[in-house]
């Protein structure tokens, strides 16, 4: 069984700094079949990437998303404050799998 | 543009059943993967299970396997969620989300991402 696991835990910048978000498979992901999703308090998730590095429909240029195999990475090229949020990463499957998320908060 | 809409809160007693459903409006319904994940407070997200409307089948997580049934109204483009046997580690917002799907093996499906979500249902147990 795959296992996500996500780092840090709590990322603490400041407005303007890039952010660089780490999600690791202990298997290796097919296809690139790993997404990313925002969430602030109180909301739904939101899907920003799909496919590893396709970002979702009116998701900011500022996201992208890399890697293959069992590392992936979301980064924020210059942090908004409405991007200070939890972030998933996500492995597609019959049974789909969440990672324990990383928390983006001001420095 | 597709939105999907989940009944109100509910609070249950353990060992009673919760069945919350979700609606879609303005978009495609059967073509997509209905998933279930829920939040349980100040938790990650934990993928519960899924239906395919236009086949009619789900899959489950192994975790929830004989406790949680999902189904799905085509005609009224409505996707249900009932968990049995609540205890109050159930306690949690259960959301619906759809998303894209291939075809896997038998009766398995695969579950893409997820680029539509409900708002979420909060479901409470406690005696």
Known sequence: EIVLTQSPGTLSLSPGERATL???????VSSSYLAWYQ?????????????ASSRATGI??????SGSGTDFTLTISRLEPEDFAVYYCQQYGSSPLFGPGTKVDIK | QVQLVQSGAEVKKPGSSVKVSCKASGGTFSSYAI??????????LEWMGGIIPIFGTANYAQKFQGRVTITADKSTSTAYME???????DTAVY???RGPFSIGRGTNYYYYYMDVWGKGTTVTVSS
């Open chain 1, 22 to 28: 780490s999600c690791r498979a202990s298997q290796s």
């Open chain 1, 39 to 51: 969430q602030k308090p109180g909301q739904a998730p939101r899907l920003l990437i799909y496919g």
């Open chain 1, 60 to 65: 900011p240029d500022r996201f992208s998303g």
């Open chain 2, 35 to 44: 998933s279930w994940v829920r939040q349980a407070p100040g938790q990650g």
């Open chain 2, 83 to 89: 968990l049995s046997s609540l205890r109050s580690e």
């Open chain 2, 95 to 97: 959301y619906c989300a």
